[in-house]
């Protein structure tokens, strides 16, 4: 068993905000609070999973040892520039420009076409089928963008 450590603290916080995530989405109306009540739910049974395992497992390596970098900042870049497209072109162009590109560069092996072909199919398929979960199942409209709105009034 370990001492009590860093990971035991981040985890400790996790589990307290997921708790109060999903006791305010009970709160919810029953559709508008299905998604945040699931949502928070997984989170807040994945929270004390990583608390039990900071208790228990022993951490052999530092955090982030052996993460590239660059990697990290193109995530975070990726993370701006879907925020800022999301306002801009909307949700489905800005989702598969996005996932494409992170799934391009975090990928370690294989030819570029290959890793373009896989990008671009997966890419496809989870920003598709979040479209057709959010549009059909929640009836939740996504952004269109205001580009496609000035332009086409939709």
Known sequence: MRRFNKETVIASVLVFIFSYAYYEARQLSEMSGIFPEVISLISLILSILYLVKSFWIPVTNRPFEGVDKEKIYAVIGGMVLYGIGL????????????????VFLLQDEGSKKQKWVKAGTSSTLICGGFYLL?????????????????????
């Open 87 to 102: 306002w801009y072109v909307g949700f489905l162009i800005t989702s598969l420009f996005i996932v494409t590109m992170l």
């Open 134 to 154: 959010f549009r059909f199942v929640f009836l939740v409209p996504l952004p269109n963008g205001q580009i496609f709105y000035n332009l086409f009034g939709i």
